[in-house]
């Protein structure tokens, strides 16, 4: 297993060592700009990459604030396991990382596996019906992140500022 890096982490160091490790255990079509972005933005915008945990009790877990859900809400870590898009790549990523194949497991090792908690998060997004928003759609992105993460408190107005971040950390330029 890896080991965690000190928080806080740089948007560079996210991009870097750990969601290009977990996009490198997910299919080649999952790791585009647009899924480093968004991934990096929602990093932000949960744990401003300074915890793996929901304080000062919360129930999410890991740099992206990953709640485990139920099978009933669909939501969470239940979320990717059940649903049929994610499921096959979630099992493939859950062996790379010496995790086992079950929800509670999962969500557990998200405070202790970076790797796996971007890999999670990018299975989420990938079970979404529509398209990654383009590179410099803000609002776009931001309307994927509140559809899928469902934040309990939304805070749209830090939103722009960590997508910006986040594309600077991607190595993407800020013009369209």
């Known amino acids: 297993m890896d080991q965690l890096l000190t ?11 750990i969601v290009a490790p977990a ?5 080649d079509a999952m790791d585009t700009p647009q899924a480093r972005v968004m991934l990096t933005a929602i990093a932000l915008q949960e744990s401003a990459l300074n915890a793996r ?8 877990r890991g740099l992206l604030q990953f709640e485990e ?18 499921r096959f790549w979630l099992d493939r990523l859950c062996r790379a990382r010496g ?3 079950a929800p509670r497991e999962i969500w557990s090792a998200l405070e202790t596996d970076d790797v796996l908690a971007a890999g999670v998060a990018r299975l989420l997004l990938f079970t979404d019906p529509r398209r ?4 410099h759609d803000t609002n776009g992105a931001w309307d994927l992140y509140a559809r899928t993460w469902r934040p309990g408190k939304p805070h749209p107005t830090k ?5 910006r971040r986040a594309r600077q950390a991607a190595g993407v330029t800020d013009q369209p």
């Open 7 to 17: 928080l806080p982490i740089s948007p560079r160091d996210f991009v870097d060592k």
């Open 23 to 27: 996009l490198a255990l997910l299919p």
């Open 99 to 101: 995790v086992p194949f």
């Open 132 to 135: 990654l928003p383009a590179i």
């Open 69 to 86: 859900g139920t099978r009933a809400s669909r939501g969470g870590v239940w979320g990717v396991y059940l649903h049929e898009a994610s």
């Open 159 to 163: 939103w722009p500022d960590n997508h």
């Open 53 to 60: 945990r929901q304080m000062p009790t919360g129930p999410a």
